[in-house]
């Protein structure tokens, strides 16, 4: 399935020679890849309630990660699913996580078995 590519560091469109660049719209390996990887990061990025069309939808940070004292079983199970709901994610091989409070970052780092192949992947997480 094709999506709008996405700069990974800016999360902005990318546009090439005018046009919106698409990902995941070949059969090439390395493109659904990159479409998975994307989705992946899209969907971690996704805060609940944040859109307003379905206020359900997205992942409970604020309400069960970047509190008090979180439950680290909670957390981990809300981020394992996450990445695992993905289209084309087969499973994690590798999955680790750690907060610091004293600068509100959250990162994430694992390996995931794709219809593509291995993804590595970190993601990083600052609370406003």
Wanted: proline share 6%.
């Amino acid at each position: 399935m094709s999506d709008l590519l996405l700069d990974p560091i800016t999360n902005d469109l990318v546009i090439q020679n005018g046009d919106l660049v698409l990902v995941g719209a070949t059969s090439d390996v390395d493109d659904i890849r990159q479409s998975i990887a994307q989705d992946i990061k899209t969907n971690l990025l996704f805060f609940l309630g944040e859109w307003f069309f379905d206020t359900t939808a997205g992942v409970p940070w604020l309400d069960d990660v970047f509190v008090k004292d979180p439950n680290p079983v909670l957390v981990d199970d809300t981020v394992k699913n996450v990445i695992l709901n993905v289209p084309g994610v087969l499973g994690l091989e590798t999955f680790s996580m750690s907060y610091i409070p004293s600068s509100r970052t959250f990162t994430i780092d694992f390996d995931v078995r794709t219809t593509a192949g291995p993804i590595e992947f970190s993601q990083e997480l600052i609370v406003p």
